[in-house]
């Protein structure tokens, strides 16, 4: 019965009564403590690039405001480059300069040394990325760079290496050892690198005041995109196709009318193009509450909400979806109006369909 309930029993070719499905208790330990101990490499890992980090921080010197200059007053292009992990480094790097407002791009030193350094001219500025700074390919490629008489920042572990003291910039990022148990995988190496390139590009961000605005240009797709490109006047319905009356001309079962017609839950009352007032569907429901039957013949200009809100066709679509919904009660749809001229309405699950 024991059996029944707990797990399934078996025997031995001895007759001994064992547990077919219940580990060893042995079985449970020697996985616990594989788990803890992977958790545990996991966690090294993370101190050792943390802490070389926090060491590279503290020794930031005078090179890096050189760096600098030499990138915001560059009138051709930044060329990052280096081989292996490096060269994927580079890439990123490269990829975030462009999306940040410094026109960059990614060069394999050895497609440059094969014809691909015709990108390359007197007005670019290259970033030269190697742990070693002695790699075969970068080795190679600096002199063609002298030659051309672009500026070389090198990125490199070691000051003494070729790539240091060719360049003309060298931001060192020394490494005590790399996380790989080995000390063979770039790990720490690539990290470093890495974040130097991003902390060039935030920076330069800063020195051209490049601003969100500016940001949006370059990620017009996406959320992202989206959050800091959309206006009110680009998602709101145009006031042609919205249930528009006037309230000297018209009663309560035209109102009706008009929201089941176009049911967008509003009706803009206006004179001239300029808004007058509003009545929602909601503003119904609790008429008909008050007055029930006699609902029709509830006077419009008692009924007509004459100090309604509303959103100015500029406003940024994400204000508005916050303007909107965080409120006591939310408002499913607004006027939209540009100066005092109603332009359209928006409403608020269109927002979110977006955001």
């Known amino acids: 019965m024991a059996g029944e309930i707990g797990c399934r029993k078996g025997k031995t070719t001895r007759g001994n009564e064992v547990d077919l499905e219940t580990p060893h208790p042995e079985t449970h330990r020697k996985k616990a403590t594989a788990k803890e101990t992977l958790l545990n490499t996991v966690r090294e890992v993370l101190r050792l690039e943390g802490e070389a980090l926090l060491t590279l921080q503290k020794n930031i010197n005078a090179n890096y405001y050189e760096a600098l200059e030499l990138m915001a007053k560059c009138s051709g292009k930044i060329v990052v480059t280096g ?33 691909d350094l015709g990108v390359v ?42 790539l240091a003291v060719s360049a003309d910039i060298a931001l060192i990022t020394p490494v005590e050892r790399e996380a790989c148990p080995l000390n063979l995988a770039p790990t720490v190496s690539t990290t470093l690198a890495l974040a130097v390139g991003d902390a060039l590009a935030v920076a330069l961000m800063e020195m051209k005041n490049f601003r969100s605005e500016d940001f949006a240009k370059y990620h017009p797709g996406g959320k992202l995109g989206k959050r800091l490109l959309l206006r009110v006047v680009d998602l709101m319905i145009p006031v042609e196709k919205c249930a528009v009356l006037s309230s000297d001309r018209a009663n309560m079962e035209d109102v009706i009318l008009a929201l089941s017609e176009f049911g967008q839950g509003i009706v803009l009352f206006s004179k001239n193009g300029d808004l007058q007032g509003i009545l929602t569907d909601g503003d119904i429901r609790r008429l008909l ?25 500029d406003f940024m679509a994400v204000e508005a979806l916050r303007f909107m919904e965080e409120r006591k009660r939310p408002l499913n749809v607004v006027p939209v109006v540009q100066g005092k001229q109603a332009i359209g309405v928006v409403r608020l699950h269109d927002l979110l369909a977006v955001f």
């Open 83 to 115: 081989v292996g992990k490096s060269g994927i480094i580079a890439r990123k790097i490269a990829a975030t300069l462009t999306s940040t407002g410094t026109v960059a791009m990614f060069l394999h030193p050895a497609d440059g040394m094969h014809g």
């Open 289 to 313: 509450q008050k007055h029930r039957n006699k609902l029709f013949d509830t006077p419009l200009s008692s009924a007509i909400n004459r100090t309604p809100l509303s959103i100015p066709s």
């Open 121 to 162: 001219n007197e007005l670019d500025i290259v970033i030269a990325i190697g742990k070693s700074g002695e790699s075969d390919e970068m080795v190679a490629l600096i002199p063609a760079l002298k030659r051309i008489g672009t500026k070389i920042i090198a990125i490199t572990a070691q000051a003494e290496s070729s």
